[in-house]
């Protein structure tokens, strides 16, 4: 019943929208983040 009504309401797909870029944007964040951690101060 749950799925159902995650992939079959206009609500359900809007929340797993949001669960999916979510996650997507918490992953690109940290590998952003930890790039600039590795990188030298002052190297621009």
Do not use: C, H, N, Q
Not at 3 to 8: A, K, P, Q, V
Not at 17 to 43: H, L, N, Q, W
């Amino acid at each position: 019943m749950a799925w159902e009504l995650l992939f079959g309401s206009d609500i359900g797909l809007f929340s797993l929208f949001v669960i999916v870029f979510t996650a997507g944007m918490s992953i690109y964040y940290a590998r952003f983040f930890k790039k600039k951690m590795d990188e030298k101060p002052g190297a621009e």
